[in-house]
């Protein structure tokens, strides 16, 4: 945990020094994004920010297709590994710092990254704990509305892309909150 809130002080203080070592430091961070110890999840969700904001070509330092993103795909099918109130909160920053080069082809991305997140919602851990369905459910329509957004155009592309956003993941959300008795005490039916 020291470690990754060392490397946020350097970004966030020393910002030059670390795109000096970003060959370093990049893969320590985005590699380990798949950590789930509850010590070290937050300072790590916290350096990978400061990596993404401070860095701008950290992405020229790994494969984010074959190093970064499967891993951060199992962490959300499995519901954060019950540490969905920590990551879920992070990913839409994340994904607003992704490059496009990154996110392309856009509707594959898209779609692996919210069904891996609906799945997640169907997890053990997020099914027995208010605190992390919430957290989930609260991330996933947050990334579905910035992604509607940054789709809204009338281009091919980006018609498919909220077509796929709207029928396949939206739809499959509101049918899960409205037939799981479980995920219904999430956020969306909050009762006083």
Same mark, same amino acid.
Request: negative net charge.
């Given at each position: 945990a020291a470690f990754y809130e060392l490397i946020s002080a350097l970004c966030q203080y020393l910002p030059r020094t670390m795109k000096? !070592?970003?060959?370093?430091?990049c893969p320590a961070v985005l590699l380990s994004i798949d950590d789930s110890d509850a010590v070290v999840? @937050? /300072?790590l969700w !916290?350096?990978?920010l400061y990596i993404l904001s401070t860095i701008e070509d950290c992405?020229?330092?790994?494969?984010?297709?074959?190093?970064?993103? @499967?891993k951060l795909w199992t962490v959300l099918k499995e519901g954060g590994r019950g540490l969905a109130v920590?990551?879920?909160?992070?990913?839409? /920053?994340?994904?607003?710092?992704?490059p496009q080069k990154i996110i392309e082809p856009k509707a594959e991305f898209f779609n692996t990254f919210f069904k891996s997140m609906i799945?997640?919602?169907?997890?053990?851990?997020?099914?027995?704990?208010?605190?992390?369905?919430?957290?989930?459910?609260?991330?996933?329509?947050e990334c579905l509305q910035y992604t509607l957004l940054q789709n809204s155009g009338e281009k091919e592309e980006e018609t498919k892309v909220q077509q796929m956003l709207v029928n396949d993941h939206f739809l499959q959300l509101m049918d899960l909150m409205l037939k799981s008795p479980a995920v219904q005490n999430g956020i969306l039916f909050h009762q006083t």
């Amino acid at each position: 945990a020291a470690f990754y809130e060392l490397i946020s002080a350097l970004c966030q203080y020393l910002p030059r020094t670390m795109k000096s !070592e970003a060959a370093r430091v990049c893969p320590a961070v985005l590699l380990s994004i798949d950590d789930s110890d509850a010590v070290v999840c @937050p /300072p790590l969700w !916290e350096a990978v920010l400061y990596i993404l904001s401070t860095i701008e070509d950290c992405w020229n330092y790994v494969n984010a297709k074959k190093g970064v993103l @499967p891993k951060l795909w199992t962490v959300l099918k499995e519901g954060g590994r019950g540490l969905a109130v920590v990551i879920h909160p992070n990913l839409l /920053p994340f994904v607003s710092k992704l490059p496009q080069k990154i996110i392309e082809p856009k509707a594959e991305f898209f779609n692996t990254f919210f069904k891996s997140m609906i799945l997640g919602l169907s997890s053990g851990r997020a099914l027995t704990s208010h605190s992390e369905c919430s957290a989930i459910i609260a991330a996933t329509m947050e990334c579905l509305q910035y992604t509607l957004l940054q789709n809204s155009g009338e281009k091919e592309e980006e018609t498919k892309v909220q077509q796929m956003l709207v029928n396949d993941h939206f739809l499959q959300l509101m049918d899960l909150m409205l037939k799981s008795p479980a995920v219904q005490n999430g956020i969306l039916f909050h009762q006083t």
